[in-house]
């Protein structure tokens, strides 16, 4: 009797998870929770922290400018300019001694005199993943690693989408990618930066954004940056929602694995579908000079290294007019064991399209944008 009981709470109690399941996935299938599901723009710091106080995020008096950037349609987004340490203890005292605020124009700043007055800076445009500022989470350290370099000439331009901190508007995939040309359009135009002086660098969902803008530029204006880093990319939202937790707690269709076409049904509401691999394709087969890294961390439990895999495989293979099976790609390409570090492989095509994967053993999802790896692989494309 007892036993019977235990089954029928067992029964009850599986039939409610499924019940829920299904009501989860259902919600996730309108417009309103999938934006929030997959932005989650509105889950942020900014109750407790003031981002235009970047000292409080440990930075040096002023070394960081907050700015605002306008886009083709109207929306207004919140950026920081960084200020790497060598050019700020140079020009220290102009820096401590300038008296800005929130409304004071970036153009008028010494940051800005920095940036666009030097012809030997150099420019790192920083697309973070979802949710939070671009003051949130490990963001900060990523910034300071990569402007504390050596060189006194890396500066970094970190943005927050639409809908994202103190930025107007809602986010979309089409928006986003508006927002990331925006931004590098700002560079350009504004700042005087030419493209060869910059690095597109994206963390998850920003390697959606880097690798669209640079497929933009490319396809639109045969424009080409200095590199494009990727860190902890994936090959496309469908893709990964197949094996992807929120939070990595709650799975969203890998419950559904025994039932393909039930995947497919649910994919089938999906709004945006951030196609990274097709992108990635199209601009190596319409560059003449790309420069593309892939990192990824192997213990990543939000996005698996292997869609970093798989997206060098495809880059590897847009190289060539004809295509390259996956066999002709392994014999030629070139790889470094680095033991506990990992491994790093590259491919080069005429000497001219550079495609290289680095996996490394360590770093997660998000703390491994602070890891020397990640400052190494930009110093090096400006250095080539």
């Not at 925006?182 to 350009?188: D, I, L, N, P």
């Not at 550079?354 to 997660?364: L, N, P, S």
């Amino acid at each position: 009797m007892a036993r019977s009981i235990s089954l029928k709470q067992a029964y009850w109690f599986l039939a409610a998870c499924g019940a829920l399941y299904v009501t989860f996935i259902s919600i996730l299938c309108t417009s309103w929770a999938q934006k929030h599901a997959v932005y989650i723009h509105k889950l942020h710091t900014l109750w407790w922290h003031d981002v235009d106080k970047p000292e409080q995020f440990g930075f040096l008096k002023n070394q960081v400018q907050p700015l605002h950037i306008t886009t083709p349609d109207g929306e207004t987004l919140y950026a920081w300019h960084i200020v790497p340490i060598a050019k700020y203890i140079a020009n220290e005292d102009h820096l401590i001694n300038e008296h800005t605020t929130s409304a004071t124009p970036f153009q008028d700043s010494v940051g800005f005199d920095l940036l666009s007055k030097d012809p030997n800076s150099r420019l790192v445009i920083n697309f973070h993943g979802n949710a939070g500022t671009v003051a949130q989470g490990w963001r900060t350290d990523a910034y300071r690693s990569l402007s504390a370099g050596a060189p006194d000439k890396i500066h970094v331009l970190a943005v927050d989408y639409r809908g994202f901190g103190l930025s107007t508007g809602t986010p979309d995939e089409q928006g986003l990618i508006t927002d990331g040309i925006a931004t590098v359009r700002w560079a350009m135009d504004v700042a005087k930066i030419s493209p060869e002086r910059i690095v597109l660098v994206g963390q998850s969902l920003g390697t959606a954004v880097a690798a669209a803008v640079a497929e933009h530029f490319v396809r639109v204006s045969e424009v080409e940056f200095a590199g494009i880093v990727l860190i902890a990319a994936f090959s496309d939202l469908p893709t990964l929602l197949l094996t992807y937790s929120i939070s990595g707690l709650i799975p969203v269709l890998s419950p559904l694995r025994p039932y393909p076409r039930l995947q497919r049904f649910f994919l089938g509401f999906l709004r945006d579908r951030w196609d990274t691999a097709s992108r990635i394709t199209d601009l190596v087969r319409k560059s003449q000079k790309v420069n593309l890294h892939l990192i990824h961390s192997k213990d990543d439990f939000d996005i698996s290294w292997k869609h970093s895999e798989s997206l060098f495989y495809a880059a590897a293979n847009a190289t060539s007019p004809s295509g390259l099976s996956m066999k002709q790609i392994e014999a030629v390409k070139l790889r470094q064991d680095l033991h506990e570090g990992g491994s790093l492989e590259s491919w080069n095509s005429d000497g001219m399209k550079r495609i290289a994967k680095q996996i490394v053993r360590y770093g997660g999802h998000n703390r491994i944008t602070t890891y020397p790896c990640i400052a190494r692989t930009v110093q090096h494309i400006f250095e080539q």
